[in-house]
T-cell receptor, first 113, second 116 residues
Framework: ETGVTQSPTHLIKTRGQQVTLRCSSQSGHNTVSWYQQALGQGPQFIFQYYREEENGRGNFPPRFSGLQFPNYSSELNVNALELDDSALYLC????????????FGSGTQLSVL | KQEVTQIPAALSVPEGENLVLNCSFTDSAIYNLQWFRQDPGKGLTSLLLIQSSQREQTSGRLNASLDKSSGRSTLYIAASQPGDSATYLCALPVGGGGTSYGKLTFGQGTILTVHP
């Protein structure tokens, strides 16, 4: 158990809809990173939030957006869903001190039909 | 742009074998390298983290080495067990040279199956 929880675990949406995924970080971790993992691929970095501000972004379009709250939990929002958005979405928490290990949640499996 | 490649894509071995998983990367100006394990449909578990100043790290039956000059890392698993069956991924900081604090570039992984 990493202490990082994600909800929901599974989600089915149709093309064009919007979705919100949620992540609670491990206690004491003020940094949350989001990743998209397509089937058979390694995770791809979407963006990171640190102290409620976006702190780096990967090669994802603006319809992928996020929030971080004062308790360091985070949301990932995806607008205008496309079929290729079907993937496992992972969040990971970390603390910008110490040895830089990431602690991952179990992910949200999103299917876009 | 850092690119990470893992070989082989899949590996099936009998229980008890020693095995090596390979990871190569294009930008050798790295800060650290991590190896992760992922069980089907699950999140990732950090196994080992090697700082750029180190050549290897060990945890139980796992040993990871790092050769920055050649752009390679290996994960050695001794005396493999069926419970080791999972996907193994290596990852490096996005942008290479600086500390990432959670921004990683991953390889595509090696799917390991250890059969009794």
């Amino acid at each position: 158990e990493t202490g990082v929880t994600q909800s929901p675990t599974h989600l089915i949406k149709t093309r064009g809809q919007q979705v919100t995924l949620r992540c609670s970080s491990q206690s004491g971790h003020n940094t949350v990173s989001w990743y998209q993992q397509a089937l058979g691929q390694g995770p791809q970095f979407i963006f990171q939030y640190y102290r409620e501000e976006e702190n780096g972004r990967g090669n994802f379009p603006p319809r992928f957006s996020g929030l971080q709250f004062p308790n360091y939990s985070s949301e990932l929002n995806v607008n205008a869903l496309e079929l290729d958005d079907s993937a496992l979405y992972l969040c990971a928490s970390s603390s910008p001190t110490g040895e830089e290990k990431l602690f991952f949640g179990s992910g949200t499996q999103l299917s876009v039909l | 742009k850092q690119e990470v490649t893992q070989i082989p894509a899949a590996l099936s071995v009998p229980e008890g074998e020693n095995l090596v998983l390979n990871c190569s990367f294009t930008d050798s100006a790295i800060y650290n390298l991590q190896w992760f394990r992922q069980d089907p449909g699950k999140g990732l578990t950090s196994l080992l983290l090697i700082q750029s100043s180190q050549r290897e790290q060990t945890s139980g039956r796992l040993n990871a080495s790092l050769d920055k000059s050649s752009g390679r890392s290996t994960l050695y698993i001794a005396a493999s067990q069926p419970g080791d069956s999972a996907t193994y991924l290596c990852a490096l900081p996005v942008g290479g040279g600086g500390t990432s604090y959670g921004k990683l570039t991953f390889g595509q992984g090696t799917i390991l199956t250890v059969h009794p």
